[in-house]
Nanobody
Framework: QVQLVESGGGTVQVGGSLRLSCTSS????????VGWFRQAPGKEREFVSA???????????GPNSAAKGRFTIARDTAKNTVNLQMNRLEPEDTAVYYC?????????????????WGQGTQVTVSR
């Protein structure tokens, strides 16, 4: 059974950095889109970033995306891992972060297009 495992969450102060990682057991990411989503208490799960593994193409969402300019998504082919480097963290970034995989040509921001999800990792940004 394929499983996704997130790691790297924790507590940091405002302005700090964290790097989240997503690994897969049972298969490679070669034909998949790997996405990162987050869910804060009382809010819906929202898109953060995604990468199409085969073309190494990142996507951070629209012009008002919170990730743009602060977060970087990248693949590590040797480790079959997708990393999300998060810099200049703000309290509003506090959430459980999930990675997920899907096989789609478009709609990378739509969580309904992702089939397999990890259990999530908590990120807390304190003042």
């Amino acid at each position: 059974q394929v499983q996704l495992v997130e790691s790297g969450g924790g507590t940091v102060q405002v302005g700090g950095s964290l790097r989240l990682s997503c690994t897969s057991s049972g298969r490679t990411f070669s034909s998949y889109v790997v996405g990162w989503f987050r869910q804060a208490p009382g809010k819906e799960r929202e898109f953060v970033s995604a990468i199409r593994w085969s073309s190494d193409s990142p996507w951070y969402g629209g012009p008002n995306s919170a990730a743009k300019g602060r977060f970087t998504i990248a693949r590590d082919t040797a480790k079959n891992t997708v990393n999300l480097q998060m810099n200049r963290l703000e309290p509003e970034d506090t959430a459980v972060y999930y990675c997920a995989t899907g096989q789609m040509d478009s709609g990378l921001e739509d969580r309904r297009n992702y089939v397999t999800w990890g259990q999530g990792t908590q990120v807390t940004v304190s003042r």
